[in-house]
T-cell receptor
Framework: AQSVTQLDSQVPVFEEAPVELRCNYS??????LFWYVQYPNQGLQLLLK??????LVKGINGFEAEFNKSQTSFHLRKPSVHISDTAEYFC????????????FGTGTRLTIIP | ETGVTQTPRHLVMGMTNKKSLKCEQH?????MYWYKQSAKKPLELMFV???????ENNSVPSRFSPECPNSSHLFLHLHTLQPEDSALYLC?????????????FGPGTRLTVL
């Protein structure tokens, strides 16, 4: 079975400052990793995903994430945040061979301070 | 209409009522999902349909009854719910069950059970 841990439930950041949202996973098999964003009163939208290849993945809205197999992490970063980045961010993992369903973390609420 | 739509967006019901949630996807996908999103908890996968056939029931109580008449429509029939069933119910679709590609989410139905 796989699991996802998002240690920070809330992260306040000043506008134009950098941000890192942490995600750690556990899985005994190959993993595929995703970050989703949920804006207020909306469904989830895919930010980026890691399937294979380069461990640095770039997504929409200037976000990027780095897959670190040794540390079982997939942290999300943005060098300069905007007010419009205020949202909830979910990390998710899926495995292979019988572990294909998406397992989500509890989410991190990112609040941008003007 | 584009993407994944859900109706109603908000629903308040008593414990003895019967109601239905509707989801429609306009993306030509063949897999559809119901998720439950409760505060401070990870998204919980409830049901999966692939080409109209239910492929997963994640130990969901029988007071929740899904229906998938075709690949574009998904319903969740509700009866004799409990207050702890109050949550945001999200529908999603993808091209292929548990695809490596993203799941597209609807905006959700906010359900309150009195």
């Amino acid at each position: 079975a796989q699991s996802v841990t998002q240690l920070d439930s809330q992260v306040p950041v000043f506008e134009e400052a950098p941000v890192e949202l942490r995600c750690n996973y556990s899985s005994s098999v190959s993993v595929y990793l995703f970050w989703y964003v949920q804006y207020p009163n909306q469904g989830l939208q895919l930010l980026l995903k890691y399937l294979s290849g380069s461990t640095l993945v770039k997504g929409i809205n200037g976000f990027e994430a780095e897959f670190n197999k040794s540390q079982t992490s997939f942290h999300l970063r943005k060098p300069s945040v905007h007010i419009s980045d205020t949202a909830e961010y979910f990390c998710a993992v899926r495995g292979d061979f019988g572990n294909e369903k998406l397992t989500f973390g509890t989410g991190t609420r990112l609040t941008i301070i003007p | 209409e584009t993407g994944v739509t859900q109706t109603p967006r908000h629903l308040v019901m008593g414990m003895t009522n019967k109601k239905s949630l509707k989801c429609e996807q306009h993306l030509g996908h063949n897999a559809m999902y119901w998720y439950k999103q409760s505060a401070k908890k990870p998204l919980e996968l409830m049901f999966v349909y692939n080409f109209k056939e239910q492929t997963e029931n994640n130990s969901v109580p029988s007071r929740f009854s899904p229906e998938c008449p075709n690949s574009s429509h998904l319903f969740l029939h509700l009866h004799t719910l409990q207050p702890e069933d109050s949550a945001l119910y999200l529908c999603a679709s993808s091209q292929g069950e548990y695809s490596y590609n993203e799941q597209f989410f609807g905006p959700g139905t906010r359900l309150t059970v009195l």
